[in-house]
């Protein structure tokens, strides 16, 4: 089993950027598709991006399409989200995820699909 742990969030205004981390151990991501969903209060999870592990295929909702940029780094066992022009609606908790093993270029955008999760991290738009 993977532990993830998420870092990064924070209070920012609107208009700025910040960039979470998601960091692996137990075992490594390599062959695991990894995904950035979030919540907000009141709110059911939402999905923002996901990215495959063989060619770096990515998805994205079409909320932060554009203004969000999901990476990763295989040899640092670590996933990114670059958050720009930030808005007050983007306000969540935000949660890194993996599958199992997958296909090189699978990147799913439903959370049944992924099998570990992070703790989350509080990231806070004020306008």
């Known amino acids: 089993q993977v532990q993830l742990v998420e870092s990064g969030g924070g209070l920012v205004q609107a208009g700025g950027s910040l960039r979470l981390s998601c960091a692996a151990s137990g075992r490594t991501f390599s062959r695991n598709a990894l995904g950035w969903f979030r919540q907000a209060p009141g709110k059911e999870r939402e999905f923002v991006a996901a990215i495959s592990w063989s060619d770096l295929r990515t998805i994205y909702s079409d909320s932060v399409k554009g203004r969000f940029t999901i990476y990763r780094d295989n040899a640092k066992n670590t996933a990114y989200l670059q958050m720009n022009s930030l808005k007050p609606e983007d306000t969540a908790v935000y949660y890194c995820?993996?599958?199992?093993?997958?296909?090189?270029?699978?990147?799913?955008?439903?959370?049944?699909?992924?099998?570990?999760w992070g703790q989350g991290t509080q990231v806070t738009v004020s306008s």
């Open positions: 995820a993996t599958t199992g093993t997958a296909l090189p270029s699978w990147a799913p955008s439903g959370s049944s699909e992924y099998d570990s």
